[in-house]
């Protein structure tokens, strides 16, 4: 077998919805630490701030969201996020995982906080204040 002229050991898949499988280039019957050392070579090479990531020549929008699909990846594969079937898994992870509030865009996010923010009526940091002279006073009079 030739050597790859590239200096990336693990490409990222080029079709859509790759499973955690292809992503990681691991076999289904990997082990956890298979797949916890994978992990760590692969947010060494896609993670976005890192140096190989940079120059690599895609765009930080593309490198982010190949880092979060790798993250969603390795969250099924060690059993923290659960496949919606079975053999959901030969689907494609984007398909099976489900939603959790950890996996919300900001905008979302944001939205949600803002709902809580209108839900709150009245209630301030005034309390907190009160409580602190409250308790200067004690030790003063002491």
Same mark, same amino acid.
């Given at each position: ?31 956890? $630490?298979? @797949?916890?050392?994978? #992990?760590? =070579? %692969? ?10 990531? !940079? *120059? ?38 984007? $398909?099976? @995982?489900?939603?959790? #509030?950890? =996996? %919300? ?10 709902? !809580? *923010? ?25």
């Amino acid at each position: 077998r030739l050597a790859s002229t590239s200096a990336n050991p693990y490409p990222f898949p080029t079709h859509a919805h790759p499973s955690p499988h292809q992503i990681f280039h691991l076999p289904k019957d990997a082990t956890r $630490a298979d @797949v916890k050392a994978r #992990y760590y =070579d %692969l947010v060494r090479i896609y993670h976005p701030d890192s140096p190989s990531a !940079r *120059a690599g020549g895609i765009s930080a929008e593309t490198a982010h969201a190949r880092f979060q699909a790798i993250s969603s990846a390795y969250a099924v594969l060690s059993g923290k996020k659960h496949a919606s079937s079975v053999d959901g898994l030969e689907e494609g992870f984007g $398909a099976t @995982v489900r939603p959790s #509030y950890h =996996d %919300l865009s900001t905008a979302m996010w944001r939205a949600r906080q803002r709902k !809580r *923010a209108e839900m709150d009526f009245g209630l301030d940091d005034r309390w907190k204040e009160r409580l602190m002279m409250g308790a200067v006073l004690l030790v003063r009079l002491r």
